[in-house]
């Protein structure tokens, strides 16, 4: 089992910046990539951003030049660095992670408000 932990969250303004922490934990998993989804009220989870144990990211357009993903392998953590922040950015942020035997973990998820 692994337990994924999100912070970083939070009330941000327009143009403003915020940086979301995952850390996971657990026994005897390895991680084929972790990554970041989001949902806003009233539509569908979408991929935000997810970065493979190699170290290939992808990013939903959306996001592309504002927002950066990393790792550090060592804590089992990822990051993601949100710059130039837009209302419509606004959204839970939920943490995914896929072990090398393909299962799927997800955050809880932390809150994201980018008022205008």
């Known amino acids: 089992q692994v337990q994924l932990v999100e912070s970083g969250g939070g009330l941000v303004q327009a143009g403003g910046s915020l940086r979301l922490s995952c850390a996971a934990s657990?026994?005897?998993?390895?991680?084929?990539?972790m990554g970041w989804y989001r949902q806003a009220p009233g539509k569908q989870r979408e991929l935000v951003a997810v970065?493979?144990?190699?170290?290939?990211?992808n990013f939903a357009d959306s996001v592309k030049g504002r927002f950066t993903i990393s790792r550090d392998n060592a804590k089992n953590t990822v990051y993601l660095q949100m710059n130039s922040l837009k209302p419509e950015d606004t959204a839970v942020y939920f943490c995914?992670?896929?072990?090398?035997?393909?299962?799927?973990?997800w955050g809880r998820g932390t809150q994201v408000t980018v008022s205008s």
């Open positions: 995914n992670l896929w072990t090398i035997s393909q299962r799927a973990y």
């Open positions: 657990g026994n005897s998993f390895s991680i084929a990539r």
């Open positions: 970065i493979t144990n190699s170290g290939i990211t």
